[in-house]
């Protein structure tokens, strides 16, 4: 029903920035949110940032004060900044797209994934 394409990732010295983009695409869902997660070998996967139904953010506490999440809302899509980065960025980042009925029961969407690596 939705499909997501993330772009944006690569190689990045420590220190530098990078900015991911997702865009949605499919069934358009009235209330939903979208996010970043993301996945470092032999961690499971975790929130990175996401602006929820009605505009909030959150952000893990790993990242507060260098990434900054933001939506285009006319494009269903959906950015994230990323400042400062550390290797421990080092990860594969997955858009998020979640779904809610009227029920609030909520579906999650997934893209594929973008690789991110800040190395020296």
């Known amino acids: 029903q939705v499909q997501l394409v993330e772009s944006g990732g690569g190689l990045v010295q420590p220190g530098g920035s990078l900015r991911l983009s997702c865009a949605a695409s499919?069934?358009?869902?009235?209330?939903?949110?979208m996010g970043w997660y993301r996945q470092a070998p032999g961690k499971q996967r975790g929130l990175v940032a996401a602006l929820t139904y009605g505009g909030s953010t959150n952000y893990t506490d790993s990242v507060k004060g260098r990434f900054t999440i933001s939506r285009d809302n006319a494009k269903n899509t959906v950015y994230l900044q990323m400042n400062s980065l550390k290797p421990e960025d080092t990860a594969v980042y997955y858009c998020?797209?979640?779904?809610?009925?009227?029920?609030?029961?909520?579906?999650?969407?997934w893209g594929k994934g973008t690789l991110v690596t800040v190395s020296s």
């Open positions: 499919g069934s358009i869902f009235r209330i939903n949110a």
């Open positions: 998020n797209y979640r779904t809610y009925d009227r029920n609030w029961f909520s579906v999650d969407y």
